[in-house]
C-alpha cells in the first residue's frame, strides 16, 4: 500500500491553513482557551495525517522487506519501526 499522495497533501494545506488561523488569533490577542481549542485540532489533524502515512509504510515498505527482503532488511525496517514507535510515545 503506497500513502494516498492526493489525500495526504490535502489534509496538510488543511493543517497549514490552521495554522496561519491560529497565528492570526495570536497577532489579535484572542482569548487563549480558543486558541488552544484550535492548537488541539491542529495537533489532531497532524497525528491523523502521520498515522495515515504510518499505515502506509507498514502496509507497503515494511511488509515487503518481511516477505522478499534479506534478514538485514528486515531488522532494519523492524528497528526503524521500533524508533517511530519510541518517539510516538514520548
Known sequence: MV???DKIAR???TARGQIDG???MVDEDRYCID???QLMATQSLIARINADVLKAHVEGCVRSA???GSEEQKTQK?????RVIE???K
Open 78 to 82: 523492524l528497528d526503524e519501526i521500533g
Open 66 to 68: 518481511l516477505e522478499d
Open 3 to 5: 500513502a494516498d499522495h
Open 22 to 24: 491560529i497565528m492570526k
Open 35 to 37: 486558541i488552544s481549542t
Open 11 to 13: 489534509l496538510l494545506k
Open 87 to 89: 518517539k510516538l510515545t
